[in-house]
């Protein structure tokens, strides 16, 4: 197992990753993901254009904040059908803290509901496992 700290903005999601489930532990969020873009200069990336990496979690630490909307696809996501109505998904609550906090902003393919999902997420800390 690999721990990669930091280096969030090195990531792309966008309409390529795919999320599972997310898992709530503790202060921990946890989401499954798979194809995840590398950009050059993060640690996984020895090359100059984007890579992608095929699975790893996404470990928000400190979690303070989980806010998802959903846009359930009519359809398969690339069929062009479009979208259901989307709706608002608030993790929580979670036991706050004085320590400095990071938003964070993922956008990609949530696996159940099969949806567009953007995200905003506030910790403490963010690190990759592979």
């Given at each position: 197992?690999?721990?990669?700290?930091?280096?969030?903005?090195?990531?792309?999601?966008?309409?390529?990753?795919?999320?599972?489930?997310?898992?709530?532990?503790?202060?921990?969020l946890i989401?499954?993901?798979?194809?995840?873009?590398?950009?050059?200069g993060h640690?996984?990336?020895?090359?100059?254009?984007?890579?992608?990496?095929?699975?790893?979690?996404?470990?928000?630490?400190?979690?303070?904040?989980?806010?998802?909307?959903?846009?359930?696809?009519?359809?398969?996501?690339?069929?062009?059908?479009?979208f259901k109505?989307?709706?608002?998904?608030?993790?929580?609550?979670?036991?706050?803290?004085?320590?400095?906090?990071?938003?964070?902003?993922?956008?990609?393919?949530?696996?159940?509901?099969?949806?567009?999902?953007?995200?905003?997420?506030?910790?403490?800390?963010?690190?990759?496992?592979?």
């Amino acid at each position: 197992m690999t721990i990669i700290s930091g280096y969030f903005d090195e990531l792309e999601f966008w309409d390529s990753c795919y999320f599972s489930k997310p898992i709530i532990k503790n202060t921990q969020l946890i989401i499954p993901s798979r194809n995840i873009g590398l950009y050059e200069g993060h640690p996984l990336n020895n090359t100059d254009q984007l890579t992608i990496l095929q699975s790893g979690k996404l470990i928000f630490s400190g979690i303070q904040r989980s806010e998802r909307v959903i846009g359930e696809y009519l359809g398969e996501p690339n069929s062009g059908k479009g979208f259901k109505p989307s709706y608002t998904i608030v993790d929580g609550p979670f036991r706050q803290t004085d320590e400095p906090t990071t938003k964070f902003f993922i956008e990609g393919i949530l696996e159940e509901p099969l949806s567009y999902v953007t995200w905003e997420i506030e910790s403490v800390s963010f690190h990759l496992e592979v």
